[in-house]
């Protein structure tokens, strides 16, 4: 997922690398993302909704 948020520039690689593993299929994957005000919560729900699988992003 991280791959992700790396292509769309949406995260410097240097922070990416910065961050503690998440669980790609944790229904709170990212939430430390929003908590350290480096993603707003709509661009955390696109991610979960299009990138992650059905489980973990609640579809």
């Known amino acids: ?10 995260l410097a690689a240097e922070v990416l690398e910065s961050l503690p593993p998440m669980d790609e299929s944790s229904p709170h994957w990212g939430d430390p993302l929003v908590e350290r005000g480096l993603l707003r919560p709509e661009t955390l729900q696109y991610f979960r909704k299009h990138f992650l699988p059905a489980s973990a992003s609640g579809c």
Not at 1 to 10: G, S
């Open 1 to 10: 997922m991280y791959q992700f948020l790396k292509a769309a520039d949406l």
